[in-house]
Nanobody, 115 residues
């Protein structure tokens, strides 16, 4: 069983930065595909970053160049560094793990970017 706990959300002004953390409890973290999603009010949940077990990363155009996902396999942690934040980045950010054929979600952390 895997548990994910996000932290690091908050309120920032446009142009500010935040670093989200996701603590992974369970086995096989180094094999897990990790993603960060966000969900704005009234919108569908969308992926904003992915990191494979190899360390390869990918981002949608909306955050490319501003967001950076990373992982620390020794600590079973995933991070999302968000720079140049915009009001449209506001939402609840969720950590997601795919491992052993199963998908797990954290409870989410709120990010609010004020204009």
């Amino acid at each position: 069983q895997v548990q994910l706990v996000e932290s690091g959300g908050g309120v920032v002004h446009t142009g500010g930065s935040l670093r989200l953390s996701c603590e992974y409890s369970g086995s096989f973290f180094s094999n897990a595909i990790m993603r960060w999603y966000r969900q704005a009010p009234g919108e569908q949940r969308e992926v904003v970053a992915i990191i494979l077990s190899s360390g390869s990363t990918n981002y949608p155009d909306s955050v490319k160049g501003r967001f950076t996902i990373s992982r620390d396999n020794a600590k079973s942690m995933v991070y999302l560094q968000m720079n140049g934040l915009k009001p449209e980045d506001t939402g609840v950010y969720y950590c997601n793990a795919m491992v052993g054929g199963r998908t797990y979600w954290g409870q989410g952390t709120q990010v609010t970017v004020s204009s």
